[in-house]
Nanobody
Framework: VQLQASGGGLVQAGGSLRLFCAASGRTLSRILVAWFRQAPGKEREFVAAMSWSGYSTYYAVSAKGRFTVARDSASTTVYLQMNNLKADDTAVYYC???????????????????????WGQGSLVTVSS
């Protein structure tokens, strides 16, 4: 699986941004795609994830109600729609993917970066207050 991330940029607090993660490979139907973020001086943290089918989605408490992870059925690009952005959302955002069953069975596994073998490059999101 290969992941190509894009999007990001500078936005004012309260604004919106959309990040994209283009996936390619032969086993996409079995993967779970996740978004993580890492702010300066902090550990990488889980933001959201979805099964490739879109049937299951998962969100960190900080993202619930403001962020949406989804994929158009005809596309191999997963996006993260971020609304009502806050200064605390400033970070480098990464998409990640893997096909391990534990990712759907365990929230702990799903939210742990080392559970994922495949990563896209980071996209910087800066929210000005």
């Amino acid at each position: 699986v290969q992941l190509q991330a894009s999007g990001g940029g500078l936005v004012q607090a309260g604004g919106s941004l959309r990040l994209f993660c283009a996936a390619s490979g032969r086993t996409l139907s079995r993967i779970l795609v996740a978004w993580f973020r890492q702010a300066p001086g902090k550990e990488r943290e889980f933001v959201a994830a979805m099964s490739w089918s879109g049937y299951s989605t998962y969100y960190a408490v900080s993202a619930k109600g403001r962020f949406t992870v989804a994929r158009d059925s005809a596309s191999t690009t997963v996006y993260l729609q971020m609304n009502n952005l806050k200064a605390d959302d400033t970070a480098v955002y990464y998409c990640a993917a893997d096909a391990a069953p534990s990712l759907t069975d365990s929230s702990r596994a799903r939210s742990t970066p080392r559970s994922y073998r495949y990563w896209g490059q980071g996209s910087l999101v800066t929210v000005s207050s």
